[in-house]
């Protein structure tokens, strides 16, 4: 044992040898991480890649298959050159290509030559149930796209002997199911074009031309010995020689067999007026002169030859269309005392009154004039009811008729596409003056236009109540909408809104519509409003769009009676077209 030395009380430990220090492992070592490092990076790098590509696929696609589908309504040859657009427009792994509509065809036909094999577009019907598309040519409502980029460039992985990858998506878009609720006016304005007040609007001709046609439509009845062309009534005298006297309230029309003598009239006021013809005429017109002009002539007598009837001095046969007997005067002279008044509501009497006294038939002219014409005007302006007058639906009254013509055509366009669209049917007013479900959330498109056909202007109540409707559609929707549906309104009117709660209240019939609004919103349910023609409330329409962030469509109509059919007929199609689009794989 080597002995310890020691320094004072402190052994002293003897040394170690040193070692030789080692260089340049910490290099060496840097330089095998920063290796590692760099594969790391490269692999996450080209990962990356991998994953940009991936995601700008399927937005190509995704984007494709939506643009395809909207255009399907236009045929699957348009939804197959829309998907390849949005395919050329949106290409992976590419710097961006400026596409103009000069370059696109050429841009396309070298996609189409690239990757012929790469892409499948298919279009059908998607089924939720099996997850898949069902290949058809008939209606389509959905398009399939399927695109893979087979040889995209690594970064990096080169390195390790794989120079390419591929990306691979595939995208179904199909339309949204609707549930859409059809509000409509079917107030008694909805005639209004069609009666004689519109004569200033639409001209006598064009007026007299529709309710001709609407007397065809009603199969041409015969009452009495009525025409159709209002006409004065003519009494026959019944002495010897014969005698007839036009009625023309303010004049009369005398014919005889024989030279008139004179002719004596009494007017409303009981005054008479005499006038003696010695010109040897067997006619004449006859009204009051002077003083007495445009009197009401009650009683006329016409003497002719010798036919003096004992009731003054020359007093010939007498006529009385006096204010207690004209009624009966008018009856006998169309021949209607024995023919039943065809309806459940009026009477020939009330027509009768409404030609003596109306002021809109006045206006056209038929004072106490009488025919089919201003009949079928006496329905549709006082009578219009269903249970009134139940005939009138089979006529083609305006704007009424322009309006069932527009649902005629949007059932169609919604058929075009079988997109399990849904429709109901709401009109205001119902009996009670607000509004009636007639028809329910249905799959059954030909029972819309059915039931709207069979409906008439002012069916069930005469005033309008909007918000009575847009309640109606709202709580349809919330009760039997489907989860998954696009939920919506369609709302029509003609007029302003005016009925609320039982009374005529234009006030708290706007202020309801404008809540009725905020409630659909709410909602979510949008609200598509058209306003029909120069009487409808364009700025609450507007309002109600603007709300349910829907549109408006404003139809004004125009100078022609029926203008407003293409107008609506373009707005629905519209509508019917604008279907929701949505992605379902």
Known sequence: M?????????PLVAPRPSRRRRRGAI?????????VMMAVLAMSI???YMYTMQTQLDRSVDAAALAGAAVLIEGTEAAHEQVLEYLVRNPVGKQAVAVTEENLGELTARFVSEHANDYEILWGDWNAASGQITPTDTLPSAVSVSMTYPNLPFFFGRVLGHNTFAVHSSAVAMYQPRDIVVVLDFSGSMNDDSELKSINTFGLDAIMGGLAEMYSELGSPEYGNMVFEPQYITVAGAGNPMI?????????????EKPLQNVVLRFSDGSTQKTTISSGATTGTFAGTGSKAGKAIYRVWVKSDNNLSGEGYDYGEGFNFGTSTIRATIKTALGLND??????????????DYGRSNSTNKSAGFEYRFGYANLINYWLEQQASYAKTPDLWKVSAQPVTALKDAVNVFMDYIREVDTNDRVSLVIYDALDGNAVVEVGLTTNLDLVPQITRQRQAS?????????????????ELTARGRENAFKMIVLMTDGKAN???????????????????HADAALRYPVVAISLGAGADTALMAQVAEITKS????????????????GLIQVFREIADARPLKLVQ
Request: glycine fraction near 8%; charge should be neutral.
């Open 244 to 256: 007839s006297v036009e009625y023309r309230y303010r004049s009369v029309y005398v014919t005889s």
């Open 27 to 35: 290099i060496v070592l840097a330089a095998l991480l920063m290796i």
């Open 459 to 475: 069916h069930y109540h005469n005033y309008t109540n909007i918000g009575a409707g847009m309640q109606k559609a709202r709580q």
């Open 2 to 10: 080597a002995p310890i030395r020691t320094r004072g009380s402190e």
């Open 46 to 48: 080209d990962t990356g």
């Open 551 to 566: 549109r408006h469509f404003n139809v004004p109509g125009g100078a022609v009676l029926g203008d407003y059919r293409e």
């Open 339 to 352: 023919v039943p008044y065809p309806y459940p509501s009026g009477s020939w009497n009330a027509f009768i």
């Open 499 to 517: 009925w609320y709660n039982g009374t005529y209240n234009e006030a708290a019939a706007e202020s309801q519509v404008l809540s009725e609004a």
